[in-house]
Structures are given as C-alpha cells and as structure tokens.
C-alpha cells in the first residue's frame, strides 16, 4: 500500500499570537502530509484539553517516542484507525493527556500525507471525485471581545458574507473590500483611530457596538453597489465571554448596558430585523440553551443562528442542541474534538438534521491551509477564516486555487 507510514515527526512551531503550538510531519512509503493546530481565545468549556500541563515541549516527546511507534507501519489512509490509535493513547475522555491539538495535528497529517501518497489533492481524496462546491467565505472585519483590547466593543466579530459573489475569487475580494472601507468609516467615527488590528486580523475599534453595526451595514451596502453584488452582515458574539453568572446578565461592558437572556433574545432580534443579518454565533452562553432555541424559533426562517461554544463540534452535544431545537447552524472546529473522525461525524449529524456546518479557523492560527479542504471535502456552504493577515490568508488563497482545479466548479447553496 502507497500510503503506510514510515516516520512521524513533530516540531514546536509559532501560531498567530506568537503562542507555542504543534506542527507533525507524516512520511509515508510515497508521500508526505503536515499539519499544524490552531488555538483558540474564546474557548467552550467542553472543548478537548489543548495540551497537557506541560504543553507543546510535553508532547514533543510524547509524539517521538509513544505515538510514532504506534503509527509506524499503518497506512495513512485509514484515518479512523488512526484516530482510535490515537484516542487509547491518550485514555481520557477529554484528550487531556497527550491534547486535541496533538492528535488533531496528527490526523491532518495522515490525511494529508495519504492524499499525497495517491497524488491527489486533500479535498478530493476526502471528498470524492464529484465535489464541485466552494464554500462562501465569512470575513471578519471588526474585532471585539477576547480578540481585542480595552474600549473595543464587546461583541467579538462582525464579519460579512458576499452571497451574491458568483466565485469564491469574486468573494473574497469582495471581503477585502469591505475591509478596507470599514477602515475609512471608523476613522470618520474616531479621528484617534490608529489602524489597530485584533487576533483574526480585524480593525479594533473604539466605538459603540451600536455604531459598529450601523458601519458595519453601510460598509456592506457601499460597497456591495459598487461591485454589483449583495453583501450580508454577519456577527459572532461569542456570548459565553461577557454573560456575568452571578448577575445572570450578558454585560455589554462598552455600552453601560446588562441584559437578562429575555432581554438578549430581543436584542438580537431587533439587530437581526434591523440589518438584515445573515448569521448569528454564539449569541448566548454556551449553558443557554433556553435563549438560543426561543431566538431560532422565532428568527430561524430567515438568519442561520449558529453555535460555536455551546457545541464545540460535539456531535453528543449537537444531538441536544438538535432535540432543544437550540440552532440551525453550527461551527466546525476539528481541534474542539481533537480528531477528522470526530469532526466528520458531527458534520453528518447537522447534515442529517439541516444544521449548516461551517468549517473554521481559530483566533491563534498558522498557515495551514488544511481547512480550506476540509470545507470543499465536507461540502459546508460557509467557510470562517478571516478576510486578510497571513494565516488568514493562507486558507482564502488555497480555496482560489482549489476553484482553479476543479472541472466545474460553483459556489456552495446557501439557506436564504
Ligand atoms: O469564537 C470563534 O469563533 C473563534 C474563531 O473566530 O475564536 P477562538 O478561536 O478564539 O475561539
Ligand atoms: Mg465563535
């Protein structure tokens, strides 16, 4: 077989925040797959243990001297094997021995590595031959929250969807765009305005989230008439950072302004009704369950309300979500469950159940280009990963050469 693995090798590499993570080498007979973990700000709760207490230089020799033993002489492309391989290694439920980010590291690896031993491209080797579909990227724009600093809004994306783009060349110029002249809005709101950028790559201003919506839209409408196509605002609250549990209020800290969860359904409501948004995440903590089905059921029809850490791309915990009737949409982190096989479970799940997946980078990130795959291969309509920055790049620039590759390619079906 092309792809048995002959070595394994792991190194200490920088993420985006100049933060230590993981970066493994699989060699096989014929090919070679690496891969890097990304790491994340606003974490769910339930999300597997990055790294153990020792963090990446613990797992350098884990990986030497356990792991590689183990994987040497399986074949790459079976995937599954590995990642069960990899799940008895580390015996606890919560990856918190050897960490998700080491055996999502891995995983990618063999993937990619039992791809190129076929010489095929990750996306076809994962999805098919038939796969056609480009995913419409969610440009972040503006950072709040746990991916800025003091004075900046506490919602902590606000990100667009170029729905009417008819490539994804075409889409993420478009983002672009949008960014650049969101940069001329804030400065025409707050002349001390330095250009400062959050994690993900997004302009951190020092606004109100109100008046961040309001240029968030017109951004969307200036320049989706300059370019001739329909432009969406989008947001990420990542709720679950500001809901106060001994206040039992969501405290917009920016604002001067506390909200129960009743409260914080009506506000996203209104903000929803008010500038016709696309896409809500994590518009409550992830233990609201309560608010986040009384918000679906009365807005799911015409927004994809989206959960990030109330799922942590769990597929027992999308179940609930699902039985709760909680969203229609969730976020796709493979380094939140720690494996392929695990993230390609939970994206059947929402399939079967008209969840919209939507495959993601994380606020810490590398140039890995994996995901970019990963969304084509699991065919997700919506691909989250920034809209300019290196590493967010990194992702956007493969999905242009991915479109170039594919025979026939189109943009993915979008719920509305
Ligand atoms: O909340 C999120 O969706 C992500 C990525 O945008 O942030 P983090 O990686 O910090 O969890
Ligand atoms: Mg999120």
């Not at 989230?209 to 969307?220: F, G, K, M, V, W």
């Not at 990030?308 to 939140?336: C, H």
């Not at 890995?368 to 919506?382: K, N, Q």
Request: charged fraction near 25%.
């Amino acid at each position: 077989m092309d792809s048995i693995i002959e070595d394994v090798r792991v190194r200490k590499i920088l993420d985006s925040r100049g933060n230590p993570t993981v970066e493994v080498d699989i060699l096989t007979w014929n090919g070679f797959g690496r891969a890097a973990a990304p790491s994340g700000a606003s974490t769910g709760s339930r999300e597997v243990v990055s790294f153990p207490q020792g963090g990446v230089d613990q797992i350098i020799s884990e990986v030497e001297d356990v792991i590689s033993s183990e994987l040497i002489g399986m074949a790459a492309e079976d995937i599954s094997d590995i990642d069960y391989v990899l799940k008895e290694i580390d015996g606890t439920d919560n990856m918190s021995s050897i960490g998700g980010n080491t055996t999502v590291a891995v995983s990618m690896a063999a993937a990619k590595a039992a791809a190129n031993s076929y010489n095929l491209p990750l996306y076809r080797f994962l999805g098919g031959n038939m796969v056609n579909k480009l995913p419409y990227p969610l440009g972040n724009m503006m950072n709040g929250g746990e991916h800025a600093g003091p004075n900046a809004p506490d919602i902590q994306e606000f990100l667009v969807v170029p729905v009417g783009a008819s490539n994804i060349s075409e889409a993420v110029f478009a983002n672009s765009a949008i960014h650049k002249r969101l940069k001329e809005l804030i400065q025409s709101k707050d002349s001390n305005f330095t250009g400062g950028k959050g994690d993900e790559g997004g302009w951190i201003p020092n606004i109100s989230n109100d008046n961040a919506l309001d240029i968030q839209s017109q951004a969307c409408e200036e320049v989706g008439d300059e370019l001739g196509i329909t432009i969406k605002p989008s947001l990420d609250l990542a709720a679950s950072e500001f809901w106060d549990k001994d206040e039992n209020k969501y405290v917009y800290a920016q604002d001067g302004i506390s909200r129960d969860s009743g409260e914080q359904v009506e506000y996203v409501k209104d903000i929803i009704d008010t500038y016709g948004m696309f896409y809500i995440e994590d518009p409550f903590d992830e233990k609201d369950f309560d608010g986040f089905s009384e918000l679906t059921s009365a807005v799911g029809d015409k927004c994809i309300i989206c959960g990030d850490d109330i799922f942590v791309t769990n597929k027992e915990i999308l179940a609930e979500g699902i039985e709760k009737g909680a969203a229609n949409g969730l976020i796709i982190k493979p380094n939140q469950i720690g494996s392929l096989t695990e993230t390609y479970k939970t994206v059947q799940l929402a399939k079967e159940n008209n969840y919209v997946p939507v495959v993601s980078h994380r606020s810490g990130e590398t140039t890995d280009e994996t995901i970019a795959h990963l969304a084509v291969a699991l065919g997700t309509p919506l691909i989250k990963t920034g809209a300019i920055s290196g590493e967010r790049i990194a992702k956007l620039n493969e999905l242009i050469r991915i479109e170039e590759e594919l025979p026939d390619p189109e943009m993915a079906d979008l719920k509305f």
